[in-house]
């Protein structure tokens, strides 16, 4: 594998699972970009959690199932 390994912490990746197929590609993506060492297309710092730590954003589009 190139690059750095990801870490998956409490339910993230479940929670990323259970978003739309177009999403998961997308956080997938500038997931890779961050293993390579380049800046995600969108991102905010996460200082109060640590210093080295970003939020990766990615918009998706969620639909409610009739009858929920």
């Known amino acids: ?3 750095k390994p990801l870490v998956w912490v409490g339910r993230t990746l479940e929670c990323l699972r259970g978003l739309p197929a177009s999403a998961r590609r997308d956080v ?6 961050v293993q390579l060492g380049v800046e995600p297309s969108n991102w905010k710092p996460m200082s ?5 730590l970003i939020e990766i954003r990615v918009h998706a589009v ?3 199932q009739r009858g929920r």
Do not use: I, K, N, T
């Open 28 to 33: 997938g993506h500038q997931l890779h970009l």
């Open 62 to 64: 969620l639909r409610r």
């Open 48 to 52: 109060s959690v640590g210093p080295a």
């Open 1 to 3: 594998m190139a690059g």
